[in-house]
C-alpha cells in the first residue's frame, strides 16, 4: 500500500469502526510507525486520526510502544496539531505514571517531555484537554524532578485566575492535594 493509500484509508475507512476495534489487524498493513508519519500530516483530519488510532492502539496493548518509542518522542518536536497533542499527551500519561512497567525513561528524554508540556500548555491556543494532560504529565515527573514542582505550582495558580474552567478546576485541585 502507497503513503497516498494510507492516507486514503485512514480518512475514509476507520469511521465505519468502533474504538473497541483498533487494532493493527484492521489497518491492513499500515504500521504504527506509518500513524506515527501521518499523524504530522498537513490535512489535520487525517492527522488527527492517525494520532487518535495510534493512542488507541497503544495504550490498548502497551507493548506495542517498544517498537516505536524513540520515532514517539522524536515527534513531540514536531507536533503543532492539538488535536494530535491531546492523543500524544494521553501516551506520556501513560509514560510517566506510576501504571508504566515497561519503559524506562532517560533523564533526557523526560527533560524534553517537562519542556514540551510546559510550551504546550502556556501556549494560549492550546485546549484545556491538553492543558490537564500536560499538568498530570508534569505531576508525574515532579518527584524526580523536584524543580518542575515550583514551577508546576506557579502555572496551576495562574490557570486557575485566567482559565477556570471546570475540567481545569478539577484537576488542578486533585494535583494540589497530591503534591504532598
Known amino acids: 500500500m502507497t503513503y497516498d493509500e494510507k492516507l486514503a484509508f485512514l480518512s475514509v475507512t476507520l469511521r465505519s469502526f468502533e474504538v473497541a476495534d483498533f487494532s493493527l489487524d484492521i489497518l ?3 504500521t504504527l510507525s506509518d500513524l506515527l508519519n501521518i499523524s504530522l500530516e498537513k490535512d489535520k483530519k487525517i492527522a488527527f486520526r492517525a494520532a487518535w488510532v495510534f493512542e488507541t492502539i497503544v495504550l490498548k496493548n502497551t507493548a506495542l510502544l517498544k517498537s516505536v518509542l524513540p520515532q514517539f518522542l522524536d515527534n513531540l518536536k514536531k ?3 492539538w488535536s494530535c497533542l491531546r492523543s500524544y499527551t494521553e501516551v506520556l500519561l501513560f509514560l510517566t505514571s506510576k501504571k508504566n512497567k515497561e519503559y524506562t525513561l532517560g533523564n533526557e528524554a523526560e527533560e524534553q517531555i517537562i519542556e514540551y508540556s510546559f510550551q504546550w500548555m502556556i ?3 492550546c485546549p484545556v484537554a491538553v492543558l490537564v494532560n500536560c499538568l498530570d504529565v ?3 515527573l515532579r518527584k524526580k524532578h523536584p524543580w518542575v514542582q515550583e514551577e ?3 502555572q496551576i495558580n495562574y490557570f486557575q485566575r485566567t482559565k477556570p474552567s471546570p475540567a481545569l478546576m478539577s484537576r488542578t485541585n486533585k494535583i494540589m492535594q497530591q503534591k504532598s
Open 123 to 125: 501556549d494560549p491556543p
Open 138 to 140: 508534569l505531576n508525574n
Open 79 to 81: 507536533q503543532k496539531n
Open 28 to 30: 491492513q498493513g499500515i
Open 152 to 154: 508546576l505550582q506557579a
